[in-house]
């Protein structure tokens, strides 16, 4: 209830009082009584004629705790009752009351409380002068500080609104300006025209801001979308700056639920945007540049696991993984390490923690199931203090170098022992030639002897001669694989019936096979006539001489079986015997150059080393390919494959 409420419902209790009082003498006492139980200080006071204020009645709680009953008044004066400074400043208020007017005086100070006093003209004379008034006084202390307080908090939050650095405006329920502080003039320039509504331009502009408004009817807080401003636009006099405003929109409701005003406040946000945008355009600046890039660039914890914090999406290119999948498992990277690279790799990233930089080479296993080689190198980062924060480093693919630099190592390896062999190979040539060379000499030497016997003569004569064909085919295979290593060796085809080859070969290695025990067998299938490809003649003639002479060379007893069958588009030839045979690490060894003087297997037996090497050449130019099934100590098959072409190749 209201203060100036209260004193009306006194002033009407005093009203019904005194008709009380005045119809019934006897209810004066229960009048009295009635008084005295009131909160309030009910009085009547007449006017002397000097002028001063006596009280005739004087009741209530207020009246009895500060000892101004009415027998405890009456016969003294106001003045003589408040003191000099309480009587001064009720004085007029009593004056105008007996003037006929009602008066009423709300903060008066007394005893250390605040009091209101109402003072009502009560009785006149046939004059019509007021000769006596009424009153009442309340203690209004409790609300007077509470009134106190709600001013000295309206007059900080008015405060707060108008020094605020962010722009405030204050609608009413129906979106009109009411009120907006200095930051607003500041940023709008200017304040809304009359009759501009928010809720007007939520209709011209459409549903975004009408959604937005509904929600906060409905009590939301609402930040609005940026929006860009000129108030060079509205008026010509501002300067042509364009902002970006950024607000947000929230309900001021009274107790019963009743919307009372809209508060908008207003930023500007145009530097943030422009970082925004600044970022933005550096992000994706920064991630062309790491996808782009062919080292993946990674950081990551500085304790066990060193769990990744950062890895370029370049990841998926390199290893096609995910950078997610690195990130989210802690153990993704060591599960795809090489088993033989895992302990190392690991050890050197806890050794990155003691040196501060380190690089090393692994393999990992990627997507496809594939290994790649990596070149890691990390460095650590530390803060201010010197304490290390985070590891930073990249990957980079080095697969290609490590396969070069494996070719480059195999090259010198292939280059050195090309080099020993062909070493060996001239010493041993210096054996090959002198040895029938000496022959030729020798008994060329012995032919002058006069006393020779025909038969002598004949025998020296059959030596030198096989002498001479020994080292004329030293001298051919020279040739041979000297064309074939200088890339002079010419290919010359032409209509071949491989079954008169075959029958040529069996007719011309028979007597020299059967002179050394062995049984010599050959194999042609198919009509005879119609085994004719396109081939070059000479070469196949000597691949399967070469072959067959070495079956006979390194052939003691047994047999030998040569010929070929046809395979769809090619013909295989073999020859096989049940010679000293070849062991498993040296088949592919025998095809090499010179590999007779290193390998070992064959010691004892005459030759350069160069024949299957020179037979291979032939056979990989022909466009065909050699294999060997062979054991040691239980003989060798040697195949061989040639295209099945009916035309000249190109």
């Known amino acids: 209830m209201s203060m100036r409420k209260e004193l009306d419902d006194a002033r009407k209790r005093i009203e019904l009082l005194q008709k009380q009082l005045a119809e ?39 009246a009895h705790q500060y000892n101004m009953r009415t027998h405890q008044v009456v016969g003294k004066t106001l003045e003589e009752i408040m003191g000099d400074e309480a009587y001064q400043q009720l004085k007029p208020y009593y004056t105008e009351a007996f003037e006929g007017r009602t008066a009423e005086f709300r903060g008066f100070f007394f005893n250390q409380h605040v009091f209101s006093v109402k003072v009502i003209p009560a009785v006149k004379n046939e004059a019509g002068e007021v000769i006596e008034v009424v009153g009442i006084t309340q203690d209004i202390t409790d ?37 907006s502080n200095k930051a607003f003039i500041k940023l709008f320039k200017t304040e809304p025209d009359k009759g501009w509504s928010i809720l007007k331009d939520a209709q011209i502009h459409g549903g ?53 005003y809209i508060v908008l406040m207003h930023e500007d946000i145009t530097d943030r945007m422009n970082a ?77 923690l003691v040196q501060g930089h380190n690089v090393m080479e692994y393999r990992f296993l990627c997507k496809d199931g594939s290994y790649i080689w990596i070149m890691d190198e990390t460095k650590l980062i530390y803060d201010g203090h010197g304490n290390p924060i985070e590891m930073i480093g990249y990957f980079v693919d080095i ?26 190979f001239l010493a041993n040539m210096s054996h090959e030639i002198r040895t029938p060379m000496n022959g030729i000499l020798g008994f060329a030497d012995l032919l002058k002897d006069p006393h020779l016997t025909g038969e002598e003569k004949e025998e020296y004569v059959g030596i030198i001669r096989k002498s001479g064909h020994r080292l004329l085919g030293i001298i051919n295979d020279l040739i041979n694989i000297s064309k074939i290593e200088s890339g002079q060796m010419d290919l010359k085809f032409e209509p071949v019936n491989i079954n ?16 050394k025990g062995l049984e010599f067998i050959k194999y042609c299938p198919g009509n005879y006539d119609e085994a004719v490809i396109f081939t070059d003649k000479e070469k196949l003639y000597a691949i399967l001489t070469n072959m067959i002479k070495n079956s006979i060379k390194f052939t003691d007893k047994g047999s030998i079986r040569f010929g070929y069958k046809e395979k769809g588009d090619y013909f295989e030839f073999f020859v096989s015997d049940t010679g000293i045979g070849i062991s498993k690490e040296n088949q592919q060894a025998v095809l090499e150059r010179f590999i ?15 024949g299957l090497s020179i037979s291979k050449a032939y056979i990989e130019m022909l466009g065909g390919k050699i294999r060997i099934e062979s054991e040691l100590g239980k003989g060798s098959t040697f195949f061989f494959s040639v295209p099945a072409t009916t035309e000249i190749p190109e």
């Open 500 to 515: 008169e080859q075959v029958d040529y070969l069996f007719k011309f290695f028979s007597a020299e096979a059967i002179g």
């Open 399 to 424: 697969t290609n170098r490590k396969k070069a630099d494996r070719e480059l190592v195999l090259a010198k390896e292939k280059a050195e022992e090309s080099d020993r062999l062909k070493s060996a």
């Open 143 to 179: 609300a007077y500080n509470s009134e106190i307080e709600s001013k000295k908090m309206s007059d900080v939050l008015n405060r707060i609104i108008e020094f605020n650095p962010y722009s405030i405006q204050i609608l009413d329920d129906r979106g009109y300006h009411v009120r």
């Open 208 to 260: 975004g801001l009408q959604e937005q408004l509904s929600r906060v009817f409905k009590g939301d807080v609402i930040q609005t979308p940026p929006i860009w401003y000129n108030a060079h636009l509205v008026d010509e006099k501002y300067p042509d700056n364009l902002i970006c405003i950024g607000s947000v929109m929230f309900p001021v409701f009274l107790s019963d639920g009743h919307l009372e």
């Open 24 to 62: 019934s003498k006897a209810g004066e006492e229960g009048l009295l009584e009635l008084i005295g139980s009131l909160d309030s200080h009910i009085f009547r006071c007449t006017k002397g004629n000097d002028g001063n204020f006596y009280p005739s009645l004087s009741e209530g709680k207020i």
């Open 596 to 610: 007779q003087v290193d390998s070992g297997y064959s010691s004892g037996y005459e030759g350069a080393g160069l």
């Open 276 to 352: 925004q945008e600044s970022l933005r355009k550096n992000g994706e600046r920064m991630k062309h540049l790491l996808s782009s890039n062919p080292a993946v660039i990674y950081t990551s914890d500085v304790v066990p696991p060193f769990k990744w914090t950062f890895l370029s999406d370049n990841i998926s290119t390199l290893t096609g993984f995910w950078s997610s999948e690195f990130l989210n498992t802690s153990h993704f990277w060591a599960e795809h390490l090489h088993p033989e690279d895992k302990l190392s790799a690991i050890s050197a990233i806890e050794s990155t």
